[in-house]
């Protein structure tokens, strides 16, 4: 299992997922993307095909087909990577949908409007603990919050107005897991990216859009491993 971060995030977020990965007979990794949680390359130049790249080069460094979990930015990026890379399955965690991701603009400019006109303008999304959580206390979410970094400008205005992705080598078997109460990707857009990978969707009310780091993110881990142990395999 190879795991892929959203935004300003890094693979420190999947500690919680991981375990769960290993607990279950998983081998897994995570991986911080270029610019992010201390590793190589140049933020500030790093576009989404940066990151698909990374994806698919660490990817192809395991002896056998992985499967992708991404969340958010991350789950987008995967879904470009699933054109290049053959996996043998994807897991998308409240994702950046197929289509261009208007909706999250709209979600942020209500909740924050200053934070939705410095995103247009190319500053970095300030990941408040209110976009994230919703049921940690708020001393655990502002610790967590303080943990992302900034994110490429240049990522962020591709999420706006990316095309959709070619569709995967191999045909993968897909699950979208998701939260009507994200603060951050519209549940309606992550519905129609799941229809369109023909994927399951299992919805986890009373949790914020990192499902991965909220209170409860045993049920949502729990859901992935056990789709994992039915999945058909691709084809």
Not at 9 to 31: K, R, S
Not at 130 to 147: K, M, N, Q
Not at 169 to 185: E, Q, W
Request: charged letters at 15%; aromatic letters at 8%; glycine letters at 10%.
């Amino acid at each position: 299992m190879l795991f892929v971060h959203g935004l300003g995030h890094g693979a420190w977020c999947w500690e919680h997922w991981l375990d769960a990965a290993a607990d279950a007979g998983y081998p897994a990794a995570a991986v911080s993307l270029r610019g992010h949680a201390g590793s190589g390359g140049s933020l500030r130049r790093a576009t989404l095909g940066s990151y698909v790249d990374d994806v698919v080069r660490v990817a192809a460094t395991f002896p056998r087909q992985v499967v992708l979990i991404g969340h958010s930015m991350g789950g987008l990026v995967v879904q470009r990577a699933l054109a290049r890379y053959a996996a043998r399955a994807a897991v998308l965690v409240a994702p950046v949908p197929a289509q261009p991701a208007v909706g999250s603009l709209i979600c942020i400019a209500r909740r924050h409007p200053v934070d939705a006109l410095r995103l247009m303008l190319g500053a970095s999304l300030p990941l408040r603990p209110d976009y994230l959580f919703t049921g940690l206390s708020a001393a655990d979410a502002t610790r967590l919050a303080a943990r992302c970094g900034r994110e490429s400008s240049l990522a962020q205005y591709q999420l706006l107005f990316h095309r959709p992705s070619p569709p995967p080598r191999g045909k993968p078997p897909v699950l979208v897991l998701a939260t009507p109460n994200d603060h951050l990707v519209p549940l309606g857009g992550i519905r129609a990216t799941a229809r369109r990978y023909q994927a399951e969707v299992k919805e986890f009310p009373g949790m914020g859009h990192d499902l991965m780091l909220d209170a409860g993110w045993e049920r949502p881990a729990e859901a992935m491993l056990t789709w994992l142990q039915r999945a058909p395999a691709p084809y």
